[in-house]
């Protein structure tokens, strides 16, 4: 996660995590609810599909989503191929 970035958004898969980029600080949680909700957005999901496994203070997050297949996730974010 790449908190304060100018363009919001999912990057490439780097050492095999997503890039993502939010505009939020990473202060109280403010950057975790804009990751989630990038993610529920751009996977066409509601956020209650979400939920932070690990790394709530950290840059490397794991998160759970339910209701969605890894290969139909990889589609939605165009990473297949």
Do not use: H, Q, W
């Not at 990057?11 to 993610?39: K, S, W």
């Not at 066409?44 to 790394?55: E, T």
């Amino acid at each position: 996660m790449k908190p304060r970035a100018s363009r919001p958004g999912t990057g490439a898969v780097r050492e095999g995590a997503l890039e993502v980029r939010v505009g939020a600080p990473p202060v109280e949680g403010a950057a975790n609810d804009e990751v989630v909700e990038l993610l529920a957005r751009t996977l066409d999901l509601p956020r209650r599909a979400f939920s932070l496994v690990s790394g709530e203070r950290g840059r490397l997050k794991r998160i759970r989503i339910e209701g969605l297949s890894l290969v139909e996730a990889r589609t939605r974010l165009g990473l297949d191929g």
